[in-house]
């Protein structure tokens, strides 16, 4: 399965929940492929000491090595290569809708996939279901951007939690 996974800088969220996403495919042996992107980017820095920070205080991911990322934009070729995106929040919806609209049935925000997901049907029709659902802020996931280590250490856990949440859902037992 190809995960894309979406935020606004692709330095942050995006990338903490890829790099998580990423762990749970490795250690469950799943033949992920994850991808991350960004709405609007700086094409080409590298991961934030506090975003790496934040992934390493994780006890279950500190002995996994963070790999070297580069922030990228969102294409159309993404797009094409995605099975599902999973954004941080609803305006990231938004914009695939606007930007990327063969897109749109694939993108989801991970707070709307995890409260409105059925538990049945195949990955694609759960996914369409989900993008089906009205957008709601409220389930977004808050960037810590210019704030402390403290927002970003809790970014990473929110993720975490929601990372082992969504690979039982996107899994392949699912």
Do not use: F
Request: aromatic share 4%; proline share 3%.
């Amino acid at each position: 399965m190809n995960v894309l996974t979406l935020c606004t800088g692709n330095a942050a969220r995006s990338v903490m929940l890829g790099y998580m996403l990423e762990t749970v495919a490795k250690t469950e042996g799943w033949s992920w492929q994850i991808r991350t992107a960004g709405t609007h980017v700086s094409e080409g820095q590298g991961i934030s000491a506090r975003t790496r920070d934040a992934i390493m205080a994780i006890e279950e991911l500190s002995h996994h090595p963070v790999t070297q990322h580069r922030s990228h934009q969102l294409s159309d070729d993404d797009c094409e290569w995605a099975d599902v995106i999973v954004t941080a929040e609803a305006d990231h919806v938004r914009y695939v809708r606007a930007r990327h609209p063969q897109a749109a049935p694939i993108t989801v925000s991970v707070g709307a996939l995890l409260r409105h997901s059925p538990l049945a049907g195949d990955l694609a029709d759960r996914v369409r279901a989900v993008s089906a659902v009205d957008l709601d802020d409220a389930l977004d996931v808050a960037d810590p951007a210019g704030k402390d280590q403290g927002a970003y250490d809790a970014c990473a856990q929110e993720l975490w939690d929601m990372s082992l949440a969504v690979a039982v859902l996107l899994g392949p037992d699912a």
